[in-house]
């Protein structure tokens, strides 16, 4: 990572990476299913981007979700394949475009999402995939997806840092030392 960093090291889930020195943070907690009597669901996320430019399109967020005691590897989602496929046909809509005829909105867009890699490293999951909103820019992401322990409970750690696809020269060094630098705590429960 070319010019000054700065480590950030949470105190509450324990992580640690390294990030561009320039950079901004927000944070915020996402609703969970409030169906569940006694559990929020709710996910703690914190999103780190460049003071210079537009936070939507260069940024690297990491979203930490409370997991079941029955996890306890993330063999319990399946190899890294099935967790990339999984976690990218969730978002794919790409079937759409075979039966346009039939979309009540055909102005609405359509998402594209497709599985570039999908690797595991360091204990961790790594996830490239791309996304694209037809007829928005395409998004070039990569994902590190990591079980650990925070001293209460055990967490999954997502950090996924993105730019758009005309941006991936220039961005994707930055974005992938940020993604190696990444620590989560050590352990599961």
């Given at each position: 990572?070319?010019?000054?960093?700065?480590?950030?090291?949470?105190?509450?889930?324990?992580?640690?990476?390294?990030?561009?020195?320039?950079?901004?943070?927000?944070?915020?907690?996402?609703?969970?299913?409030?169906?569940?009597?006694?559990?929020?669901?709710?996910?703690?996320?914190?999103?780190?981007?460049?003071?210079?430019?537009?936070?939507?399109?260069?940024?690297?967020?990491?979203?930490?979700?409370?997991?079941?005691?029955?996890?306890?590897?993330l063999g319990s989602f399946g190899n890294v394949f099935a967790f990339g496929t999984?976690?990218?046909?969730?978002?794919?809509?790409?079937?759409?475009?075979?039966?346009r005829g039939n979309n009540p909105n055909p102005d609405e867009p359509i998402q594209i999402a497709k599985l570039l890699d999908a690797a595991e490293s360091r204990g961790m999951y790594y996830v490239e995939y791309s996304v694209e909103k037809q007829p928005g820019p395409k998004r070039h992401l990569y994902s590190m997806v990591a079980l650990a322990y925070n001293g209460r409970y055990n967490r999954l750690y997502t950090l996924t840092a993105q730019c758009?696809?005309?941006?991936?020269?220039?961005?994707?060094?930055?974005?992938?030392?940020?993604?190696?630098?990444?620590?989560p705590p050590a352990g599961v429960a």
């Open positions: 990572m070319a010019g000054q960093t700065l480590q950030y090291v949470d105190p509450t889930d324990l992580f640690q990476l390294t990030l561009p020195a320039n950079w901004q943070q927000a944070e915020a907690m996402i609703e969970g299913n409030k169906s569940f009597q006694g559990a929020s669901g709710a996910r703690r996320t914190i999103a780190w981007y460049p003071a210079d430019g537009p936070a939507d399109e260069t940024n690297v967020t990491l979203t930490i979700t409370n997991t079941s005691a029955e996890f306890t590897k999984n976690l990218v046909n969730s978002m794919d809509r790409s079937f759409l475009l075979r039966v758009l696809e005309d941006q991936v020269e220039t961005a994707e060094p930055v974005l992938k030392a940020v993604l190696k630098s990444f620590l």
